[in-house]
T-cell receptor
Framework: KNEVEQSPQNLTAQEGEFITINCSYS?????LHWLQQHPGGGIVSLFM???GKKKHGRLIATINIQEKHSSLHITASHPRDSAVYIC???????????????FGKGTKLSVKP | GAGVSQSPRYKVAKRGQDVALRCDPI?????LFWYQQALGQGPEFLTY????????KSGLPSDRFFAERPEGSVSTLKIQRTQQEDSAVYLC??????????????FGAGTRLSVL
């Protein structure tokens, strides 16, 4: 079992729909990251959060530390939102280690006009 | 430059050839990370530098993989005697502070390596 699991793997939506991508993790974390990867490889950091909820434009990220679960929501989705969305957990480190960034496999989102 | 720059963007190598992948982090960033991303998978950690010191190389898959950052800025990932299973996108990321705790990483566009 992967330490960071995302669902769904693939998601197709119609323009305007509300989208939710889920991430569950089994490791102790210092922070949880949501990243966006466009075709061609470029990765952009969307959110880094360790508690509660963050909002940026049409994107909302939430995290429940007790349940070890995070969600990324996209409101009023648009074709330009089509990308792979990756959840990554910063592990807590310790014992001299700086920790590690453990990635989920990503959710491929396609938004149709 | 404004972001993390990686070169080359694409590299095709014959099996057994040595390759060198370059990463120019954001100026002043202390931490530098290398990741390997196989097709259809999320990135996986390879190695981490804090300035010129390689503090963690636990993710390097074999001793054919070597990384350096001699002056604490530009880093090179070298793969010797490439094998087909080395085919992947190699991503570099940098962050302003040391370590991972609550640090945003800025990613380069990656180098896509294809070993024939």
């Amino acid at each position: 079992k992967n330490e960071v699991e995302q669902s769904p793997q693939n998601l197709t939506a119609q323009e305007g729909e509300f989208i939710t991508i889920n991430c569950s993790y089994s490791v102790g974390i210092s922070a949880l990251h949501w990243l966006q990867q466009h075709p061609g490889g470029g990765i952009v950091s969307l959110f880094m959060l360790s508690s509660g909820k963050k909002k940026h434009g049409r994107l909302i990220a939430t995290i429940n530390i007790q349940e070890k679960h995070s969600s990324l929501h996209i409101t009023a989705s648009h074709p330009r939102d089509s990308a792979v969305y990756i959840c990554a957990a910063s592990t807590a480190g310790g014992g001299g280690s700086q920790g590690n960034l453990i990635f989920g496999k990503g959710t491929k989102l396609s938004v149709k006009p | 430059g404004a972001g993390v720059s990686q070169s080359p963007r694409y590299k095709v190598a014959k099996r057994g050839q040595d390759v060198a992948l370059r990463c120019d982090p954001i100026s002043g960033h202390v931490s530098l990370f290398w990741y390997q991303q196989a097709l259809g998978q999320g990135p996986e950690f390879l190695t981490y530098f804090q300035n010129e010191a390689q503090l963690d190389k636990s993710g390097l898959p074999s001793d054919r993989f070597f990384a350096e950052r001699p002056e604490g800025s530009v880093s090179t990932l070298k793969i010797q005697r490439t094998q087909q299973e080395d085919s992947a996108v190699y991503l570099c990321a940098s962050s302003l502070k040391q370590g991972l705790a609550k640090n945003i990483q800025y990613f380069g566009a990656g180098t896509r390596l294809s070993v024939l």
